[in-house]
């Protein structure tokens, strides 16, 4: 198996190295600047390619990724993270090689790939006879935190590839820089600033409230799986096992307990700050800051004080 981890400004996405474990430490970096990445990669990487090409038209990246097989292994099944650029890439990989696609898996081994379906609810398992594509959930199988191996790995910087202008086939069109996500609407799994709520806040409107403090914190909102059953927020919004695994620096929490469920998909932030009145719960233990107090009142309080323009 071959990890295939697209890459901008030399920077791996959510769930990077855990496809590079999976796929038992191979890996081909694609994207900008991607022997910038490779650092990353050492503690979990026994073999390392690089291709330096456009991260923002597909039919480059899997012209580069599709002629570099020849050079690594043709029959290699690929694993690319179920991170944004990775859910993009990997339904184009699948058409160009004629393989099988297998979206959303928690576990991939060259003879048996298991998908969550049904929200995560139930596990099929597949049996694939021939090389396939698979995309592998970001925090599900995490990776052992060590320092790079001690052996050398070998590193392959393999020919540059330049933007596809062939006639007749799809290409973006791209001006002349590429805007940042609206923090409104980006994956939560991508959010560097999260602000969450749980079933401290009162109603449907403290959520539509919080959506608007965090947009002033220039930080993307997230819930607990109880405010998505309730119907206040979508469930793209859910962080946790059966939502959205998240690995933001800063996670601001309103309201929320910690429930295992809830804290399993938070990943480890650099910061967590917690406003709960109860000053014991499972939230409240893990925060940096916890503050013990109305989460409603604190909510009222921050947006009254905020700018609203993101400068925070």
């Not at 007749?168 to 609206?182: Q, T």
């Not at 539509?208 to 405010?227: F, I, P």
């Amino acid at each position: 198996m071959l990890a295939v981890v697209p890459v901008r400004d030399g920077r791996l996405p959510a769930g990077g190295q855990e496809a590079i474990a999976e796929a038992r430490g191979r890996v081909l970096i694609v994207g900008s600047d991607a022997t910038s990445a490779v650092d990353e990669c050492r503690g979990v990487a026994d073999e390392i390619w690089t291709i330096e090409c456009d991260p923002t038209d597909p039919v480059t990246l899997v012209d580069g990724i599709a002629s570099s097989l020849d050079t690594i292994d043709r029959n290699s099944s690929l694993i690319l993270p179920a991170s944004p650029d990775g859910r993009d890439l990997a339904p184009h990989l699948a058409l160009r090689l004629n393989r099988r696609l297998f979206a959303g898996a928690v576990e991939i081994a060259p003879e048996r790939v298991r998908t969550a379906q049904d929200g995560g609810l139930r596990i099929a398992e597949h049996h694939p006879s021939g090389p396939f594509v698979a995309t592998l959930q970001p925090g599900l199988r995490g990776v052992e935190s060590g320092a790079p191996k001690s052996t050398v790995v070998p590193v392959t910087v393999l020919p540059t590839i330049s933007r596809s202008d062939a006639s007749g086939r799809a290409r973006s069109v791209i001006s002349e820089k590429v805007l940042p996500p609206d923090v409104a609407t980006m994956d939560l799994a991508e959010a560097p600033r999260i602000v969450g709520g749980g079933a401290g806040l009162e109603s449907a409107e403290r959520f539509a409230q919080l959506a608007r403090v965090a947009a002033a914190m220039d930080a993307s909102m997230g819930v607990t799986r109880v405010v998505t059953d309730r119907g206040w927020a979508e469930h793209d919004r859910q962080i946790g096992t059966t939502g959205v695994v998240v690995a933001p620096n800063l996670y601001l929490a309103f309201g929320v307990s910690g429930a295992v469920q809830h804290t399993s998909g938070l990943g480890r932030p650099d910061r967590v700050v917690s406003i709960n009145l109860d000053a014991h719960c499972p939230m409240m233990q893990m925060a940096d800051l916890a503050v013990v107090a109305d989460a409603n009142a604190v909510l009222d309080e921050l947006e009254r004080i905020l700018p609203g323009d993101g400068d925070v």
